[in-house]
C-alpha cells in the first residue's frame, strides 16, 4: 500500500480491511450438496472444511429428523 496524500503511513484499520477483503469468497463459488433428509441445496461453511467428504444434512434438524 502507499503512503496517504499527508505522507503519513496508511493506519491499521485500512491495513486489516485490505487482508479481509483478499480472503473473502462469494457464495456463488463455495461447493454445494444436496441434504441427504429434505432434499435442498446447501454450500459449503468453513465449520465443515475438515470434514466437508462427511457431511450429508444440512443442519441438526435434518439430521435428527432422519432418526425419527
Known amino acids: 500500500m502507499t503512503r496517504s496524500t ?8 485500512a491495513l486489516t480491511d485490505v487482508i479481509a477483503m483478499a480472503k473473502m469468497r462469494k457464495k456463488a463459488n463455495l461447493p454445494q450438496k444436496t441434504c441427504a433428509a429434505c432434499g435442498r441445496p446447501f454450500a459449503w461453511r468453513k465449520k ?3 470434514v466437508w467428504q462427511d457431511v450429508r ?3 441438526e434438524r ?5 432418526a425419527t
Open 48 to 50: 465443515w472444511s475438515r
Open 57 to 59: 444434512y444440512c443442519s
Open 6 to 13: 499527508d505522507g503519513q503511513a496508511p493506519s491499521w484499520k
Open 62 to 66: 435434518c439430521k435428527n429428523r432422519r
